[in-house]
C-alpha cells in the first residue's frame, strides 16, 4: 500500500506559478513512477507528468513542456510540480499518483492522492 497527500494548490493570476508536492508512505515499491494528472471541469482524467524515482527519467504532456517541471527527492519520498508560465486552461483538480512500474499516462492501477485544487484566472 501506498498513501499519497499532496499540497500546494491555489488560484493564480494567468502567468503565475505554482508549486505542487507529494510526500509518499507506505510500500516504496508500489510507487517506483509517481507523477501528476489533473481532470478539469467536465473533463477525463489526464497525465501530466511523471518521473521515474530510482533514475529521475521524466515524461511530459505536450500541453505542459516547457512550462511544467517534475522532479523527485528520494530522502523524503516526496515529488514536486513546478508549474510556471500557468493558462486558464490549467484549471484542474491535480491529482498525484503512483504506479510500481507504470509512468505512463494512461489512468489504471495507481495509487492516487485525494487532490488539489489550481484555479488560474485570466
Known amino acids: 500500500q501506498v498513501r499519497l497527500v499532496e499540497s500546494g494548490g491555489g488560484s493564480v493570476q494567468a502567468g503565475g506559478s505554482l508549486r505542487l508536492s507529494c510526500a509518499a508512505s507506505g510500500d516504496t515499491s508500489g510507487s517506483k513512477c509517481m507523477g501528476w494528472f489533473r481532470q478539469g471541469p467536465g473533463k477525463e482524467r489526464e497525465g501530466v507528468a511523471t518521473?521515474?524515482?530510482?533514475?529521475?527519467?521524466?515524461w511530459y504532456a505536450d500541453s505542459v513542456k516547457g512550462r511544467f517541471t517534475i522532479s523527485r527527492d528520494n530522502a523524503k519520498n516526496t515529488v514536486y510540480l513546478q508549474m510556471n508560465s500557468l493558462k486558464p486552461e490549467d484549471t484542474a483538480m491535480y491529482y498525484c499518483?503512483?504506479?510500481?512500474?507504470?509512468?505512463?499516462?494512461?489512468?489504471?492501477?495507481?495509487?492516487w492522492g485525494q487532490g488539489t485544487q489550481v484555479t488560474v484566472s485570466s
Open positions: 518521473i521515474y524515482t530510482r533514475d529521475g527519467k521524466t
Open positions: 499518483a503512483a504506479h510500481s512500474n507504470y509512468c505512463g499516462f494512461i489512468p489504471g492501477s495507481h495509487y
